[in-house]
Structure formats: structure tokens, C-alpha cells
């Protein structure tokens, strides 16, 4: 079923009774070219991409919950494209450039909105980095501007600028960083999957991953065993446990990040804002709830859920930043499990196992990257070789340490990203 304006008013005049489900909630078969165990943004990404660029349809998502359950559907929506280092700047500028043209790919509305994101600074060593940082994005082909005080006064009218501890030098604007509907792109890459004959196992935990002779041989799982000649884990937080089915021992470590949404308000956030001295960053959805959020909760968990000590860290550099949102209630927090590597970079290789793939690492920037990993990460299940943009993202960085892109410049290791 294809979406239209057209469709939409027919189904309007005559009670909406032809809508379909978007995908078809299948029931594992006894075998498959290809299993990717997990139901999140880039697992479904990974699924689609398989079929449309490389014709394999015989393949499986198995999720053990529901699709779009994690952490796809549990962020705070920001797509951008202002990284800084070669080997992250190509990844993320290619994945933008898929974001700009999903809707059409899909036929789903994603609400893909490219507001306008603003990173604040607040000291002159600040606005150093940022410059240098806006022109690599410009070098990468992306778009920045560079904002003085009074620059960004004029977007962002509502902020504190006489905060005497914060100062506002300036901000680096990136004009098409903005927002989409997280689970709309989870619906949307299920359905694109689906509708190309890839089955979407939901209720379908893996426990274990069979190996013969160096070979993956299939999975097994909560609804029987599958057999698969070529298998991919793409489940983000989870990422060690399931990599520990395969007896491999990942540089990993989960953690929670928590995100927050006020009550409805009427427009007044018009961009992503991010602060430059505190962990905060917000933008207003399209329902009009401020959503926002901070940085992880620094302890290692698999818990679902934040704790109250960052709700109050994250609150208080809002309040910093623009203290006209003490006045807004929330209505909620959640919690997301992120897959963190020692330098904040994500995953996406081979493994020694053969015909076993992982993508894994992205942590707290994993919703901006869906397309981009799932393209890359079926360009190379499919053929073997990684994708140009994704290229670097190898997994044996972490033992031989050439290649590390520790894009924050806090060094290697988990706890300082
Ligand atoms: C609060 C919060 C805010 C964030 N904000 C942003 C943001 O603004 N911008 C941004 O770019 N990124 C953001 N992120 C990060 C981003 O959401 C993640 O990096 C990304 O969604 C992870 O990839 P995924 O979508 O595939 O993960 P998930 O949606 O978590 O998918 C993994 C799936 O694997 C399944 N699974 C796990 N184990 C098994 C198993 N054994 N068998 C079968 N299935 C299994 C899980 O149930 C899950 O559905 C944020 C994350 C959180 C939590």
C-alpha cells in the first residue's frame, strides 16, 4: 500500500477502512541467506538495505520484544552531521544524505525536520574548537555557521544571556541538523523490509549462536532454532551479552542515558539547542513537549531506567540555559541502555567467527546514524567489504590502538565518554 495525499483524503471520505498493517508479524521459517538479531533502528535499517541494494530477501529480524522497543524509540531525536574527525565526519555526512531522502525512499512520513541545530560555547577556547570543528564540516561538504553572541541572540531570543557564569560567546549553527520521529523511522524501515520479504520476528529472544568449524550456523532462540549461513547483531545495549553467545568478549560497556518531555506547550523551541558548559540539550517536538536530555548516568547497568541525582543534573543546566522552562512540568523520564566503546566510536566489522557481522558502540548517537549504519552495515554482510564512510569503524582498533577516534578528545576509555 503506497501513501499519498491522494489516499489520505479517499480514506477520509470513506471511513478509513482501507488501511493494511504496515508489516506482516511473521513466524520463523527453519532457515534463512541471513538472521539480524535485533528489531532496532539500525537492525531494521540493516534488514532493508539487505533487500533493496543487494536483492537478499531470505532474511530475519528476531527481536525479543517489539520492534522499535529499545532505544530507537526511547531517544531524543537528533540528526546531525557535525562531527569532527576523518572517519566519523564521512560516516555521519553520508548517513544525513540518506535522512534527506528517506521519506520518498520509504513512502513514510518520518517527520524528518532539519530545524536548525545550535551548539552554544561559552569561553574563547570554546569557540576555537567550534570553529575548527565547523570547518571540517564544511571540508566534509556539510554546512556550518559560525554565530557571535548577537547571532545567536537573534535565533535564540529566550536564553539567559546574563548568566555571569555561563557567558554566551556565540554558537555553531548547523542548518540542516534537526529531528525526526523515532519510532515513525523504526515503522518505517519495517515496513520498507517487509513489504521486500523480509520476516519481522517479534517475541523472539536469541540465547545462544551456533558455530561449527569457525562458521556461524544459525541462532537459537526463544521460538526454536534457525538456521542462517550469514548472521549480524545489531542489538545496541545489549551488544556483550549476545556478542558472549559467540564467545567474544567486546569493548564495551552499557550504560543508562535517561531523556525528559514536558507537558504540550505552544511553539517556542524552534531549533536544537545544546549547551555548551552543562549537559543539556533540548528541542520541542511536533505534539509541543520540550524533550530533552543530558549525559549517561556513568554507571554500568542493563536497568532501563535513569536515576534522580542526573534528573536534577540535567534540569539544572536547562535552568541555567533558559530558565523559562522551570515553568514547564514533565510529564516523563525514561531510560535507554547504550552500547559505550572506550572512544566513543561505534562498531561495524566482521568478526573472527566467518558469516558473523557486528554493528554495535553507537551509545547515545546511534538514532542520527540508522541509515547510514544499516546501509553500510548490509553493504557488508552482503559483499564482505566495509562500506567506504564506515570503513574505519573496525573492531581490532581497540587491541592494536591505531585507528581510535575519540571524537570528544577525553581519551580511551569508556567512562570519560
Ligand atoms: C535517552 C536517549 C536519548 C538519545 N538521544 C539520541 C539523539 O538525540 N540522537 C542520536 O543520534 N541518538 C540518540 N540516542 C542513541 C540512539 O537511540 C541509539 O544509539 C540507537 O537507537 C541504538 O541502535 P538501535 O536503534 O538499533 O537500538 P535498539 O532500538 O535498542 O535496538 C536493539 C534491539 O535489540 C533487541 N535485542 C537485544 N537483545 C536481543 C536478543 N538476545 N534477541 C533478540 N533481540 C534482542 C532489543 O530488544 C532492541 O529492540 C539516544 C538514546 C537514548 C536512550
Not at 522551570?326 to 552500547?339: E, N, P
Amino acid at each position: 500500500m503506497r501513501f499519498s495525499g491522494l489516499r489520505v483524503l479517499r480514506e477520509g471520505l470513506t471511513g478509513n477502512k482501507g488501511w493494511t498493517p504496515q508489516w506482516r508479524d511473521a513466524d520463523p521459517k527453519a532457515e534463512y541467506d541471513a538472521i539480524i538479531i535485533g528489531g532496532g533502528g539500525h537492525g531494521l535499517s540493516t534488514a532493508y538495505y539487505l533487500a533493496k541494494e543487494h536483492g537478499l530477501t531470505n532474511v530475519a529480524v528476531l527481536e525479543k520484544g517489539y520492534l522499535g522497543g529499545g532505544n530507537v524509540g526511547r531517544n531524543t531525536t537528533i540528526v546531525r552531521a557535525n562531527y569532527f574527525l576523518p572517519g566519523n565526519s564521512e560516516f555521519y555526512s553520508h548517513s544525513l544524505k540518506l535522512w534527506e531522502g528517506l521519506e520518498q525512499d520509504l513512502n513514510y512520513n518520518v517527520m524528518h525536520s532539519q530545524r536548525g541545530l545550535i551548539n552554544l560555547f561559552h569561553s574563547d577556547g570554546q569557540r576555537d574548537a567550534f570553529a575548527r570543528r565547523g570547518n571540517a564540516m564544511i571540508n566534509q561538504g556539510d554546512d556550518a555557521v559560525l554565530l557571535d553572541r548577537a547571532g545567536v541572540r537573534k535565533h535564540l531570543p529566550y536564553l539567559d544571556f546574563d548568566n555571569a557564569r555561563f557567558p554566551i560567546y556565540g554558537g555553531l549553527l548547523h542548518p540542516r541538523g534537526g529531528t525526526a520521529r523515532h519510532d515513525a523511522v523504526a515503522w518505517g524501515y519495517a515496513r520498507g523490509a517487509s513489504e521486500r520479504g523480509v520476516d519481522l520476528i517479534q517475541q523472539c529472544e536469541v540465547t545462544g549462536i551456533d558455530i561449527e568449524n569457525g562458521r556461524v550456523r544459525g541462532v537459537q532462540t526463544t521460538r526454536g532454532a534457525i538456521r542462517a549461513k550469514k548472521v549480524g547483531i545489531v542489538v545496541a545495549g545489549r551488544s556483550g551479552q549476545v556478542a558472549a553467545m559467540a564467545g567474544m568478549r567486546l569493548p564495551i560497556e552499557s550504560h543508562v542515558l535517561q531523556a525528559f518531555v514536558t507537558e504540550g506547550l505552544k511553539p517556542c523551541i524552534d531549533h536544537v539547542v545544546s549547551f555548551g558548559m552543562g549537559h543539556f540539550y533540548i528541542s520541542q517536538s511536533d505534539k509541543g513537549g520540550l524533550v530533552f536530555g543530558g549525559d549517561l548516568d556513568f554507571y554500568a547497568s542493563y536497568a532501563a531506567r535513569g536515576n534522580l541525582p542526573m534528573a536534577e543534573h540535567v534540569m539544572e543546566a536547562g535552568m541555567a540555559l533558559m530558565p523559562m522552562i522551570g515553568k514547564a512540568r514533565v510529564l516523563r523520564s525514561w531510560g535507554g541502555i547504550m552500547d559505550m566503546t572506550p572512544d566513543g566510536s561505534p562498531i561495524i566489522d566482521k568478526t573472527d567467527t566467518q558469516g558473523l557481522f557486528i554493528d554495535c558502540g553507537w551509545c547515545y548517537g546511534g538514532f542520527k546514524a540508522v541509515p547510514g549504519s544499516g546501509f553500510s552495515f548490509a553493504h557488508l554482510m552482503a559483499t564482505g567489504h566495509h562500506h567506504g564512510p564506515a570503513a574505519r569503524y573496525r573492531l581490532d582498533r581497540f587491541r592494536t590502538g591505531r585507528g581510535l577516534m575519540d571524537e570528544e578528545g577525553t581519551g580511551s576509555q569508556h567512562n570519560l565518554h
